[in-house]
Every structure is written in structure tokens, then in C-alpha cells.
């Protein structure tokens, strides 16, 4: 005996469900092809189990045995670790950016074409020390000792404008330091909230929650956007999470969190809460952000502190020895001692005559004084490695426009080899419109073709009923 | 390889980012004229333009010194031709009143005298933008003041000024000063116009002299020291008129090194700042087209996309 009529009506029922279950599952497929966080899904279909009959081992038809989610987890690995290197760039970049908008020294048209720039640490500089020349031409001109006091004002308040704006900034990397590890911490929480209701579903279903699996792979990268990871998948589906060597998430438990903490002086850095670990972090928003705030903006901090620094010693080193109009002497020219605090001594700019640009008590022609402040300009200071105040500042300029330079670089490089690692993973993972539309045909002509045995069968079986109802 | 859906959108948006941000630096160039704007276009060349942009400045400031100098020195000699005149008027006037000439006509020579005196004194006390030129660095007052009797003839002319003499920087650590003091009778230090005790100058008290000593009819005092000591200062006035231009001349040497160094500095800037225009242009056009095909491929494939829908309709 054959395997007979009804079981071939189960077999042309269970291949239209098995039809049904593929168009299902394009559907989902189709439905996400703008969702970059889905990977694409397969029916797994397999044959029935076959029958002995008379004849031979019949076939039973076909079912569907899963469905499968497409992903390469290799390929993810690496996207999740240059995700880190991209963002830690990225970071810096913008740190970067705003550190040398801050400190606005910019060639422009006119300044290449005439030899002076018109704005900028750099111009002001120039002009403060050109003024003192110009007064050593007219050492008792009232005028001139006003345009000295003014540049000097100009110099004093562009230190004090860039000093400021750079503590700006590294109060908003502070900031954005706690946001992220906030951010990081609710991620771990998700993470594992994700890890439990993956194992549970698997346990439930014995299928893989394909969903949920996109969902956390998701939570995965931001959080490896944020800081360097470490992943280690378990045998059922969890994963575990480490940071700086110090295990975050384990199953369904967060076993440590990120906490900011103040290393000394307001260096802010982070440490695991838990273990009271300091985090060496190398990758992500947050490493970048302590490395650009610790490392070029401090630079440049530091740079523009130590230069104020030695213009106010070296001009009131001099000026302090000179006599003033009024025949006054041993006023500072400079008050404050760096670039956040820098300023003309305001009883020189209250009344100029008191600028001590004579050598000689009582001899208010003698140009001494000035001349040998004008002539710092070209003096080499041994606090600013063997350089002039110019020089020194424009080292600083250079150095901040290297790491900002190399930032470019690496940032242009980390979108090449994201750009490639996106493509890979798309090429494994993502969902392809001709590719779908042609399994959607597929499964139609397969549904409408079971259909029709189905029918065919159900003829059969009516012609059968008439012989024994004739 | 296989190809999803988003695959080539998503790889001819990077390219067209990419594009359009080479386009964008280009454009910026293109408008600008400048290759280097910020520190980070290219930090080397940054820190080479600013230091010869501060170097430009400075050359700047030193012919802006050059030119005060200049002008003080010019406003120097002619006070100093004019003194001239003056010491060879006396001169005259003292090579004149000899034995022959009668009481009458040496009192005129007196009164004449005592005129120069103050023509003297009043070249002495030139001023340039409100400072004195010939007092030293005691600049504020006149350098010499003539003190006369009730009949009006000079008794003394006293000086107020001082030996030192102000100088400006016209080079890098090179100083200079353009014109003498009005005396100096220290025996070293800055050269004195009037009074100079290295050459025996003492032109304001020699030509008291030869004015008393015409009031007096004592013409042989006159032909046997103040027609010397005359010589002396009239001398001694021509040294400096000649040093003073010397002076000048090295600083018309001077600015026109200045020029000179301030056009290359300017040129040199100009070769690490601007942008290499043609250069910029024609990489500019190709961006363009390059975008321009990036669009067309871009709408191509939006086109494909669709027929492949309609197909399977």
C-alpha cells in the first residue's frame, strides 16, 4: 500500500504552511530593508520524515524547521572594535576643532599678502612689541604710550578670551564624559536585561529570538561607540562584557558599572564602581575625551600659560627698573601670573604718563627702558626652550594644528575601514530587494503549485466518494 | 560578493561625501587664494607662516623706525646748515673787523653778532613732533637759553640739555642715533654740536666773545683767537653735518634693505600660504565631475531598482 490520498492532502497542507512561513518571513525581510541594525533572515526547510510503504520509502512532502538570522560574527567583532577606534577619533577631532576655533589664529588673504595677520595671539603679540619700538622713538609721547597700553590690553585680553574658552572646553569634556558613562552604565543594564530575555526565549522556544539578538548586537555597538570591549559569547546566547579588564555584565547580571572619579586637581577619569578599579581605557568617546582633554588641549593650555608667563616676568623685569613721566618707578607693566589672568597694570592705563619708559630718573626723552622691553621681542628665553615669545607661540599653534592634523587623518582612515567592514557585513547580512522579491515569487509559485495538488487530490477523492455512492 | 539593497546607496553616499568634501576644501581654496588657513591644513607651513609673518612685522616696525629717523635727521641738518650759515657769517664778520674798520661799524658788526647768536640758539632749539632735537634725551625744554643784558647784547647761553643721546632699533639689535648733542664737555660719549671739548668748540661763547670784543674795538683779540676758535666751530659743525649724512645715507641703505627683505618675506609667506590657483581649478573641475557621474550612477540605480519591481508586477 501507497501512503494514499489523505497523506497526500497533509503533504500538499504542510508545503502550503511551509510556502506560507517562507513569504512570512520575506515579508519581515523586505519590511526591514532600511533597518540597519536588522540581518536578514532564512526559512530553514528540510524534508518530512519519509513512510515505508510496499512500494518503497515514500516522501512525506516538506517543513519548515526554523528561521535563521544571517550574521557573521567575526565581522561584527571587528565593527564593534573599530566603532571604538572611529569614535576615540571622532572625539578628539571635535575636541580638536573646537580647541583650535578657540584659539583663532587663521591665515587669511590680507595677511599673506601684506605680511601681517589681522587676527590672533600672533598678531597681538607683533603689535605690542612693534608699539614699545615706536615708543623708543618718542619715549615722552603721550599718544604712543596709549597705543602701547592698548595693544597691551589687546594681548593681555586675547590670552585671558582663548584661556577661558579652553577651560570651556574642558568642562564640556567633563561633561560629556559623565554623560557618556551614564549612558555606557544604562547600555550594560540593557545588555544584560537583553541577555536574560534571549536565554529565556530560547529556553521557551528552542528558537533563536532573532530580534532580540539585532536588538542587543545593537546595544553592543553603541556601547562599543562609547569605550573599548571586550565580548565573550556563552554557550547560551548571553554574552559577557568587559571593560578595561574589569567584567561588566555576566548572563543576566551586571556585575560592575563605570564611575567617574576625581584622580587629583579635577582630572577627572574613570574607574569600575564595584572593584574600585581605574579603567584604562584605549577606545570610544570616552577614552578620546580624556585623551583630548589631558592631552593636546592641556598642551596647548599649558603652552599659552607658560608664554604669558614669561612675557609678564620679562616685561616687568624692565619695566619695574625704569622711571615714568612723573619720575615713578618699580610699577609692574603686567599684573597676574599666566593666561587666564593676565592684565595692564590699570594705573598705567589710568594715566599713561606712569608708563616707566626712561632709564633715568627725571630724563623723560631717554628711551632706555623701552627700547630694551621693545627689544624682548627678540630676546631667546630660557622657559620656553632657548625660543622668542614668538617662536614659542607659534610652536604651540604648529603642535596643536599637528594632533589636529593626524586626528583628520585617523579619523579619515577609521571611515575607510568602517566604509569596507559596513559593506562586508551588509554583503552577509543585509537584506537584498532582488534577492527577496525572487524568493517572494519562489514561494507564491510553490504555494499556488501545492495548492493545486491539493486540489487535484480533493478531485480525486470526490471521483473516489461517487464510485461509492454509484 | 553579494549585494543588499542598501549596499550601493549606502557606498555612493560615502562617495559622494567624500566628493563633496574634497570639493568643499577645494572651493574654500579656490575663493580664499590660500592653500594653509588653520593650523591643522598644514601645521609645518602654519608655524613657518607665522614666523615670518612676525619677522614681516618686525621689518615693518624697523622701517616705520627708519622713517622717524630719517625724518628727525633731515629736520637735524637743516638746523644744522643753518648753523653753518651762521658760523660762516661770523667768520666773515670777524675777518672783516680788522684794524681798519672804525668803532661805529664794529658796534654794527656787534649788533649783527648778537643777532646770530639768537638765530643760533633758535636752530638749537628746533623741535620735531613737540621733542627737542638737539638737547639729547632731556627733550621736554628748549636746550639753550640765551640770557642778554638791559642793552641787549648775549652775556651767556646756557645749555639745558643733556650728553645722552636717544636711539631706535633700525635692524635687529642694531641701534642707531641721528644727531649730536648741543654740548658735551665730558670728553667721550655722543658728539656735541655747539660745545664739544674733544674739538674745542664753543661756538655760543666764541661768538660772545667776538661780540664783546667788537663792542670794545679790540680787534687784534679777534684776529688772534676768535677768528680760530670760529674756525674751530665752523669746523666742527661741518663734522657733523657730514656725519649726519653719512647717517642718513646708511639708513637710505638700510630701508632699502628692509624693502628688500619685507618683499621676500612677503613672497615667502606667500609661497607656504596661497593655493596653487590653476592647480585648484582644474582639480576642482574634475571633483565636479566626478560628483556630476557619482549623481548620474546614483539616479541610474534608483531606475534599476524600479524596473526589477515593475518586472515582477
Known sequence: MSVGLFQVLNMASRAMDTQQAGIEVTGQNLSNVNNPNYSRQVLNISTSPSVATNIGIEGTGVQATGIQQIVSQVVNTQIQAENSASSYWQTQQQALQSAQADLGQQVTSASSNSGDSSQGIASALSNFFNDLQTLSTEPNSLSERQVVLGDAGTLASQFNQVSQQLGSLTSQLNNQLQTDVTSANQLLTNIASLNKQIAAAQINTNSSPNDLLDEREEDIENLANLTNISVTPETNSTVNISIGGVQMVSGDNVTDTMQVYDAGGGQMLVQAATAGTALTLTGGSIAGEIDARDGPVATLSGGLNTLATQIIDAVNAVHKTGYSLTGSTNALFFTGSNASDIAVNQALVNNPALLQASGVAGDTGDNTIALQMAQLANQINTGLNNQTFSQAYDGTVATLGQSLSSTDSEVGDQQTVQQMLQQQRSSISGVSLVEEMGNLSTYQNAYEASAHLMSTVDQMLQALLGIQTS | ?313
Open chain 2, 1 to 313: 560578493m553579494r549585494v543588499a539593497s542598501t549596499t550601493i546607496t549606502n557606498s555612493m553616499l560615502y562617495q559622494m561625501n567624500q566628493i563633496e568634501e574634497n570639493q568643499a576644501q577645494l572651493e574654500n581654496e579656490a575663493t580664499t587664494g590660500l592653500a594653509v588657513q588653520n593650523p591643522s591644513d598644514n601645521p609645518s607651513a602654519m608655524r613657518s607662516i607665522l614666523d615670518l609673518e612676525a619677522e614681516s612685522s618686525s621689518v615693518t616696525q624697523y622701517q616705520a623706525n627708519i622713517t622717524q629717523l630719517q625724518q628727525q635727521a633731515s629736520t637735524g641738518s637743516s638746523a644744522m646748515e643753518s648753523l653753518q650759515t651762521i658760523a660762516q657769517s661770523a667768520g666773515e664778520i670777524a675777518t672783516e673787523a680788522d684794524g681798519t674798520a672804525s668803532q661805529p661799524d664794529l658796534n654794527n658788526y656787534a649788533t649783527q653778532v648778537t643777532q646770530l647768536i639768537q638765530e643760533a640758539a633758535q636752530a638749537m632749539n628746533t623741535q620735531f613732533e613737540g621733542n627737542y632735537l638737539f638737547g639729547g634725551t632731556a627733550n621736554n625744554q628748549p636746550p639753550y637759553v640765551v640770557n642778554q643784558n638791559s642793552s641787549g647784547q648775549v652775556t651767556s647761553v646756557d645749555y639745558q640739555g643733556n650728553t645722552t643721546v636717544p636711539s631706535a632699533e633700525i635692524a635687529e639689535g642694531v641701534t642707531l642715533s641721528v644727531l649730536p648733542v648741543g654740548a658735551n664737555t665730558t670728553g667721550t660719549g655722543a658728539d656735541g654740536l655747539i660745545t664739544d671739548s674733544r674739538t674745542g668748540a664753543d661756538f655760543f661763547n666764541h661768538l660772545i666773545s667776538l661780540q664783546n670784543n667788537l663792542l670794545s674795538g679790540n680787534t687784534s683779540a679777534i684776529s688772534a683767537t676768535d677768528l680760530t676758535n670760529l674756525q674751530k666751530d665752523s669746523d666742527n659743525i661741518t663734522q657733523q653735518i657730514a656725519t649726519s649724512g653719512a647717517v642718513q645715507q646708511r639708513m637710505t641703505a638700510e630701508a632699502a634693505i628692509e624693502q628688500d627683505r619685507s618683499a621676500s618675506l612677503s613672497q615667502l609667506t606667500s609661497s607656504q600660504a596661497d593655493a596653487d590657483t590653476a592647480q585648484v581649478m582644474e582639480q576642482l573641475t574634475q571633483t565636479q565631475t566626478a560628483f556630476q557621474a557619482a549623481a548620474q550612477a546614483t539616479a541610474g540605480f534608483n531606475d534599476l531598482t524600479l524596473s526589477i519591481l515593475n518586472f515582477l508586477q
